[in-house]
């Protein structure tokens, strides 16, 4: 069965530095989202992104975040300056149709801020 | 109001019994509805979509009651597997519409 690939597994950073963490969704989906999930808490909303552009960010989502699709395959996630806040695993998501479908979500990135 | 809200538990039933969680929704305008589960530290992953007609999946039925805006989740026959926390998620309108996910219910299925 086809699935989402998250790199890497766990990020270690400083407070302060720049952190990209990546997503290979379904190679015939069109949809895409990250979602956070702080230890202990519900999953969160950051961005959708299709046909190359944000259709939605939540509040979280500031300028320190950006989104990206470099090669019409890899999806990423950059944290410009990391906070200790931004500690949290970060979840892919795709689906391949619109609002009614599922997504589909990677197995996270385990982002720890020291 | 919380957007999703579910009772986070724990439920902890013991093997074979039959379990039920429920979940309430705030967004009347709210279009598509899921159960997923999630296990210790690991991903979200999908159980069901959630019909107003009713829909089951094997020991798994998931009810959906848009006047009450009310979701639930009924496990028959619990199995040690089971053990997880189930979310209720519900998305919103327009194009690559955001999953909102309540809290989560944790369930530990026992001996």
């Known amino acids: 069965e086809p699935e989402v690939t998250q790199t890497p597994s766990h990020q270690v950073t400083q407070m302060g530095q720049e952190v990209i963490l990546r997503c290979v969704p379904i190679s015939n989906h069109l949809y895409f989202y990250w979602y956070r999930q702080i230890l202990g808490q519900k999953v969160e909303f950051l961005v959708s992104?299709?046909?190359?552009?944000?259709?939605?960010k939540s509040e979280i989502f500031d300028d320190q975040f950006s989104v990206e699709r470099p090669d019409g395959s890899n999806f990423t996630l950059k944290i410009r300056s990391t906070k200790l806040e931004d500690s949290a695993m970060y979840f892919c998501?795709?689906?391949?149709?619109?609002?009614?479908?599922?997504?589909?979500f990677g197995d996270g990135t385990r982002l720890s801020i020291l | 109001r919380k957007e999703v809200e579910q009772d986070p538990g724990p439920f902890n039933v013991p093997e074979g019994a039959t379990v039920a969680f429920n979940c309430t929704y705030s967004n009347s305008a709210s279009q598509s509805f899921f159960w997923y589960r999630q296990d210790c530290r690991k991903e979200p992953k999908l159980l069901m979509s959630v019909y107003s007609s009713g829909n089951e999946d094997g020991r798994f039925t998931a009810q959906l009651n848009r006047a009450s805006q009310y979701i639930s989740l009924l496990i028959r026959d619990s199995k040690l597997s089971d053990s997880a926390t189930y979310l209720c998620v519900v998305t919103g309108t327009g194009t690559a519409s955001k999953l909102t996910f309540g809290t989560g219910t944790r369930l530990q299925v026992t001996l």
């Open positions: 998501a795709s689906s391949d149709r619109s609002s009614n479908q599922p997504q589909h």
């Open positions: 992104f299709y046909n190359n552009e944000i259709s939605e």
